[in-house]
C-alpha cells in the first residue's frame, strides 16, 4: 500500500511540474512571438528570426472566424514540390488552425517574400509524413521537441509520435520559383 501511494504521489508530482513548464512554455511562447517574431516579419525582416537554428518560419495573415479580425501567426513551414507545408503543433485545436479551415483563402509572408494561396488539410499518411519530417528538419532547435530525429525516425515513429496532428498544405496562386524540398 505505502509503495502505491509513494508512486501516485510521484505520478502527481511530475504532472505538476509538467503543467508549470507547459504554462511557463506558453507564456514565453506567446511573448517572443507577439514582440520579435510578427513585428520583425511585418517590417520585412523575416530573414532574421527565419534561420538554421530558430527553423524556418512563417506568417500566417488569417481573419479570425468569428471577430473577422486580422491575425498573424508564426509556424514552422516548408516547401516541398511548390507546396507550402505546416502542422498544428501540440495537442490542443489551435485557434490558427480553426481559422485556417473556416477560412482557407491565406496571405503568407515567407522570410523573403509574400503570397496568397488556398489551404487544405492533408489526409493522405504518406504526404503527411513526408511533410511532418521535412517541417522539424528545418524546425532548427524545435525539430526535437516531440521526442524523436526527424533525420533518422523512421515512418512508423514519426505517425505515432504525431497521430492527431493535423498538416496543412497551402497552394500559392503563383508558382514558387524553387520546386525543391526546402
Avoid at 503568407?108 to 517574400?113: F, G, S
Wanted: proline share 4%; charged share 25%; hydrophobic share 40%.
Amino acid at each position: 500500500m505505502r509503495r502505491e501511494s509513494a508512486q501516485l504521489y510521484s505520478f502527481h508530482k511530475g504532472v505538476s511540474h509538467f503543467m508549470r513548464a507547459h504554462w511557463l512554455y506558453k507564456i514565453i511562447f506567446r511573448f517572443l512571438n507577439g514582440f520579435i517574431v510578427v513585428p520583425a516579419f511585418r517590417l520585412g525582416l523575416g530573414r532574421v528570426v527565419s534561420n538554421p537554428i530558430t527553423g524556418r518560419i512563417m506568417l500566417l495573415v488569417l481573419k479570425g472566424r468569428r471577430s473577422k479580425k486580422t491575425r498573424f501567426t508564426p509556424v514552422g513551414y516548408a516547401i516541398i514540390g511548390g507546396k507550402i507545408y505546416c502542422y498544428r503543433g501540440g495537442r490542443l485545436r489551435g485557434a490558427w488552425y480553426l481559422n485556417l479551415m473556416a477560412n482557407p483563402y491565406v496571405e503568407i509572408i515567407l522570410p523573403n517574400r509574400r503570397l496568397k494561396g488556398y489551404a487544405e488539410e492533408v489526409n493522405d499518411s504518406a504526404e503527411r509524413i513526408r511533410a511532418i519530417r521535412q517541417i522539424l528538419k528545418n524546425g532548427g532547435l524545435t525539430g526535437f521537441v516531440y521526442g524523436f530525429n526527424p533525420w533518422t525516425a523512421g515512418d512508423d515513429l514519426i505517425e505515432e509520435k504525431m497521430r492527431g496532428i493535423e498538416v496543412v498544405r497551402i497552394t500559392p496562386e503563383r508558382a514558387l520559383e524553387s520546386q525543391q524540398v526546402r
